[in-house]
Every structure is written in C-alpha cells, then in structure tokens.
C-alpha cells in the first residue's frame, strides 16, 4: 500500500484545514487508519485515528472536538478535518494504516505498517 497525504498548508489560528491521505495498491476498508503528528523538536504523537470500521474513531484529547477523522471507501481516501486551528498544531502530520492493528495498540506509532510521507501543518498566531 502505498500512502500519499497532502492539503497541509500555513493558515492563521482559527483557521481550519482538511489533509487527504490517498491509498493506492489496496482498499483501505476493513483497515486501521490514522493520523500522527511531528512538531519542531519533537517526537511523532498520535492524533486519531479510525479502527477498521467507521463507527470506532479515536481522538488525541489535545484535538477532540476540533478535529474529525473520516473515510470515503470510494476514493480508497481518508480525510482529517481540522478545525479551529490552534499555533500548537504546528507540525507535519503523517497518515497511516495497518490491516492487522488490534484496539489497545492503534494509538502506537509502530502498531502501523504503511506511512505516507507527510504533510506540513502550520498555524500563525
């Protein structure tokens, strides 16, 4: 599988964004998916992610309520709405997707196989 994300973006804070992450060489349904973020300095962390089917979403608690997590089967695409953008959302956020993550382990970096390369998120204050 191979994993492209993009729509990252410089937006003020308020603002909002919506990054794409499409799939090619394999249908993401039935798959785990989900979304890490990199900021300046620091080590990638979770944000959220989607556990195989679409009524199990996960949420970082530093963007619950900003920010949702979705899926069109059709395009093999994922998508993060980013809403009410804040200055500490700055970093690159990266997509990703596994078909083999158990529920306990989804908010774990190396629970998940494929990667896309990243895309950068920056939020001006």
């Known amino acids: 599988v191979q994993l492209q994300a993009f729509g990252g973006g410089l937006v003020q804070a308020g603002g909002y964004l919506r990054l794409s992450c499409a799939a090619s060489g394999r249908p993401l349904s039935g798959s785990t998916v989900a979304w890490f973020r990199q900021a300046p300095g620091k080590e990638r962390t979770f944000v959220s992610a989607?556990?195989?089917?679409?009524?199990?979403?996960h949420y970082a608690d530093s963007v619950k309520g900003r920010f949702t997590i979705s899926r069109d089967s059709a395009k093999n695409t994922v998508y993060l709405q980013m809403n009410n953008l804040r200055p500490e959302d700055t970093a690159v956020h990266y997509c990703a997707a596994s078909p083999s993550v158990i529920l306990s382990n989804l908010r774990s970096q190396t629970a998940h196989t494929y990667w896309g390369q990243g895309t950068l998120v920056t939020v001006s204050s």
């Open positions: 989607m556990f195989r089917s679409s009524s199990s979403l």
